[in-house]
């Protein structure tokens, strides 16, 4: 040590008090900072900033007036209630909604979309329009078309085939929700 400056020797110097304090008083004061926390993470993070705290006042661990480890834990108990004041002094944050994805579209997408379904639908027979109708907006199947429409099952079934190939035509690019099948 004798070729080290002198600032060089006081890191060594710092950095030997700062492992001892850890390797005698560690254990305890992360179980002290875990039981006032409940939280392992926050107890960790106290642990060290006992440790700064006592690397910026290296007097205070030693001018005998009380232990070492009553001083750290101590200041560990500080630190925590601290944080407690701190967190409970500020508004309490609220967390933003989750965006639905639904909810997410723009309006005015939705608005040009149902004009433009509704321009190709109109170009439809009667026929196909009552097909789909029956089937996409009322929910129900081949089967319950036919008999709402007074038409045989393979001719319902014809139409929706006919009426979807004829939108997927008008429609490029809005196929996705005219996958539906019917059964």
């Known amino acids: 040590m004798a070729g080290l ?3 060089a020797r006081q890191d060594v110097a710092d950095e030997a008090l700062l492992r001892s304090l850890y390797r005698e008083h560690g254990s305890a004061m992360l179980a002290y900072a875990y039981r006032l926390t409940g939280d392992r993470a926050a107890a960790e993070d106290v642990v060290q900033e006992t440790l700064v705290r006592a690397w910026q006042h290296p007097d205070s661990l030693v ?6 480890r009553g001083w750290l834990l ?5 630190l925590v209630t601290d944080k407690a004041r701190a967190r409970a002094s500020r508004p309490r944050e609220v967390a933003e909604p989750p965006v639905d994805v639904a909810v997410a579209h723009d309006h005015a997408e939705g608005i040009v979309n ?5 321009a190709a639908l109109r170009r439809l027979s009667a026929e196909h329009r009552d097909v789909l109708e029956q ?4 929910g129900g199947t081949a089967s319950e078309a ?4 007074g038409i045989p099952l393979g001719t319902v079934k014809s139409r929706c085939y006919h009426a979807l190939r004829a939108l997927r035509g008008s429609l490029p690019g ?3 929700g005219l996958e539906r099948s019917v059964s």
């Open 135 to 138: 089937i996409y907006l009322l």
């Open 114 to 118: 149902s004009m433009v379904v509704g």
């Open 63 to 68: 001018n005998g007036r009380g232990s070492v």
């Open 146 to 149: 036919a008999q709402a429409l």
């Open 174 to 176: 809005v196929e996705a």
């Open 74 to 78: 101590t200041v560990v108990r500080n």
């Open 5 to 7: 400056s002198r600032r």
